[in-house]
């Protein structure tokens, strides 16, 4: 199971290591799902169940009045072993 909200930014994770969520000059590149299964499919992983979104909560530690809610992406898979 991997579970993400595919928030991508550069100061963390070199563009160049993104799995989707990118632009090709002006065209849209894959999405951040399209890129995961391509990168799985091709390290010996199936997707085994439809994807879901499951929502969450961040509160701030310094301040009790502030959080953030979004949601994640959470995809099953499986090795395919032969």
Same mark, same amino acid.
């Given at each position: ?12 994770? !070199? ?12 065209? !849209? ?23 879901? !979104? ?29």
């Amino acid at each position: 199971m991997i579970a993400s909200p595919y928030t991508w930014l550069e100061e963390f994770t !070199d563009r160049s290591n993104w799995l989707g969520a990118y632009k090709y000059g002006d065209n !849209d590149g894959p999405s951040t799902y399209v890129g995961l299964k391509e990168f799985l499919s091709c390290h010996g992983f199936e997707e085994v169940r439809e994807a879901q !979104d499951v929502w969450f909560r961040l509160d701030e530690l310094a301040n009790g009045r502030k959080s953030q809610q979004t949601s994640a992406q959470m995809t099953f898979w499986r090795q395919i072993v032969e």
